[in-house]
Every structure is written in C-alpha cells, then in structure tokens.
C-alpha cells in the first residue's frame, strides 16, 4: 500500500495550526507542523488546500440492508392519517405499474400512534386491490398490510392488518423481496453513499443471519465500508461454532490486507418503541387508563435476559440490549449486572435519574440516536406526558461519565451523522425552538461520540480512517444562533472519505 502524506490540513478546532498528516499501512503514522517533516520519497501527496480532517465517522446502529432497500421504497412518513398513508400508495399505484411477480409494494415511516383513524387492512384494500401492500413503521417494530400483502407475509387472517411486535418480527424478512445479488448491489451503493458523508464504518444489526450474508460480501470482494457485524439469537450458535470473538474478522484476511468486517454484539429487543405504544415504562402511557397493556410490552424477560447474555459473555461477545422505556432500560441494567456482560444499551429514550448512574457504574455504553429526539418530540409530550425531562438525557448521560455512542438505527432514520450530531447539539430541527434544551451536548462531545472512540484531534497510531470535511464543525456549533448551527451542521460538507488510507470518496 503506497504511504499518502495530506499537506495543508487542519485539526478540529485548530484553524491557525496547519499540519501534514502521514499515512501508511492503514496507520495515523504522524501530524506534524506543515512542511516540517522530512520529505517521503515514497508516499503520494495530496494537497487538501486547507480542509479540516477528523477521523472518519461511525453510525453505531444500523440495520443496513433495510436501509439500502428503503432508499428505493414509497416514503409515507409525512402521512398525518392512515387514510393520508393510504392515498399515498393510491398516488403510488397510479402513476407507476405495480411489482412484477407478485411482489408487494413496500413503503415505510409511518407513524400512527397519534393519528385520528385506525390503520386497517380495508383502507388498503380499497386503494390496492389484490396488489399486495405492506407498510412499514417509522420505528420498524410494526407493520400495516393488505389483504393480499398479509398474504404474501404468510398471514392468513388478522383482525385489523396493523402487525405489531411479535406478531411482526417473524414476518419481517419475507419483505426483503429482492435476490442476494441485488440485494449486495444496494448495499455497496448505500456505503458509497454514506462514504459521501464521511462514514468509515457502521455497527449492522439487520436481523438477518450476518454471517453468512456478510461472509457472502466478502467473498465477492466487499471494499467499502468497515462493519462489525451483530448476531441475534436464531443465530448465535453459528457464531459461537465458528469461534468469532467481538472484533474476529469474520474472514481471515490475505497477509497485508485489512479486515473491514468483524464479529459485532449479540443484539436483543428487550421491549418495543414509543411509537407502537410498547416501549416498556413504569407509568402507564397517557390517556390509555389502567392496566398492565398500557405499560408496554416486555419482549424478553429477566430470567431468560441474563443467561443469553452471560454465555454470549462468556463467548467473548459484547451485547447490545435494546432498551427504550424506562423499565426496560432498569431491566437491562439489572441484566448487565447479573450477567457480568459488556456491551450498550441501544436508545435508553427514557431513563429513571438513578439508572444514568448505573450507566456508569456498570461501565454500559449508552448507544443513542439523537434525530429519534426530534421525530418523536410530540408524541412523547402526548404519551409521556410530564416525564420528557428524562427522555433521551444525553447531557445527564454526558455529565455522568456514560460512554456516549450516536448513530441513526437507520432506516428508523437517514444514515447521515452529521443529522445526528445537530440532534444532539441543538436538539432543534427544522426551525423549531430546541426541545429540552438541557439535555444538549456541545458539538465536541457529539463528534467525539462518532467517531468510534478516536482522538478528535487524530492520535498518532490510529487507523487511517479520515473524513475531509470543507468546514471545521467545531465552529459550526459555537454561538447562540441554534437554528444556523443546526443548519450548518446537517449541512457538514464532506470532500473525502479514507478508510485505511484508501479513498472510499474523492470530492476535490
């Protein structure tokens, strides 16, 4: 691999101290002043005119081949009814030919939990007719279908078509309805659309069998983003057969070559989401009474939480709990603790003030994702009714000494950081007033919260994993204009994008 020496670059928040950076094997070899270092005979140099450079940035949870195939499906997430959804797919349908072969039409975003009207199989049938239909939530964790889109799910009848949780999750992969070989294809076009916002690598949750999907990307020669690779528990004894340890590559490199995929976390949906009114809380959800169903549903229970999680630690596995009530997170907590495991819980969205402690007592990584603060911002105020102060507490994580990690649970929302970042700094989007303004992060410890654990600064030593980026970010946070800052940053201009020392994305 032939050394790269980046002249004319600047650190993050350093704008009058312009610095070369070496690159080579894959490595940070050295940042040093401009033009103060030795010539390299041998390394190829690229004049970056003046550009920031941080280290390249992670997405900590994604499910990535739903998002490469949501990219292409029917957004009906500005819907505000079920019969504005289904008027949606009726404009659909009408202006282009439905799928080939039986295949449904596939949307995705809706959120219905404040909607005026159900969602039902009878609204889509009216629009549809026997063309198969099958919407997809906004949080994944619920679907609306058609009678013939039930159909093709495998569901011969159901009392309304809106599939929610349990009865959801075993149907969902029966909508992947595209070959591997077109499947890879979205996937490798997805990456280098993520490349082009400075992403270097992406924690891959799709409930899939991962090993074998990625072992099959790489055999075909994947080069493109760095992956670590979740198992769920259908399959984690293919996992633990193999040997695969947190961070094995899942395949064997060639001598002198990287290994961009590895063995990820054992990932578990211990309770639902807000938005499918499941999210497991102490408080019952306003308006919804009495009763243990309005407090939301516990998907896996204590007893059966903390052994799987201790044999996966035991294994050399981290886990990656999910986790959004309240309760669901102190279940989650007492797991860890019980089992002795390492790992995140992935969106803690509402916390009791005295599990932000357990955070970091436990050492347990808080795994969030900061724009689900601005889509659910209303429907928290309707439903969590006098408990937002404590839902998505990034600065009380922060100020506790929680290992913060940002990422977008893409296709729940865009695989774009820099989205996620304004999330967290400003927490305003769209020219709102920031929502619990208490709760923002300053934009250092947002990017430091991407960036995989790496010095923002770029240490000596590190991958050479690097975004180039035409505005310095660390500005683009600074003042008092939150709805400019917020703006600037979604906006973050991205001019290249290295993994181990090779382009990914060239922009200049």
Known sequence: MTALLLTDARRAGAPDAPVDVLLDDGRIVAVLPAGAGPAVAAAERVDVEGRTVVPGLWDAHTHLTQWAMVRHRLDVSWATSAAHAAELVRDRLDRARPPAGGQPLVGYGFRWATWPDEPTAALLDAVAGE???????????SAWASTAGLRFLGIAEHPTGLLREEEWMPASPRIVTVDDGVADALVADAARAAAERGVVGVVDLEVADNLAVWRRRIAAGWDGLRVRAGVWEQHLDAVLDAGLRDGDPLVVPEPGMDALVRQGPLKVISDGSLNTLTAYCFDPYDGMGGGPATHGVLNVGTDHLVPLMAGAHA????????????????????????????????????????????????????????EHAMDDRDVAEELWRGRTARAFPLAELRAAGVRLALGSDAPVAPLDPWAAIASAV???????????????????????????????????????????????????????????????????????TLVAGRWTHRGF
């Open 131 to 141: 063309v198969p239909v099958v919407l997809l939530s906004g949080d994944l964790h």
């Open 315 to 370: 294994a050399g596995l981290r886990c990656a709990i999910h986790a959004i009530g309240d309760r669901a997170n102190a279940l989650a907590l007492d797991a860890f603790e019980a089992s002795g495991a390492a790992g995140s819980v992935e969106h803690a969205q509402l916390l009791r003030r005295d599990d932000v402690a357990r955070f970091a007592a436990l050492g347990v990584t808080a795994s969030v994702q900061p």
């Open 426 to 496: 400003t927490r305003s989007r769209d020219g709102r007033d920031p929502w619990h303004p208490e709760q923002r992060i300053d934009v250092r410890a947002a990017l430091a919260a991407s960036v995989d654990g790496r010095d923002v600064g770029l240490a000596v030593g590190g991958p050479a994993d690097l975004a180039l980026l035409d505005a310095d970010p660390l500005a683009a946070g600074t003042g008092d204009d939150v709805d400019g800052a917020a703006t600037a940053l979604r906006a973050t201009p991205v001019a290249g």
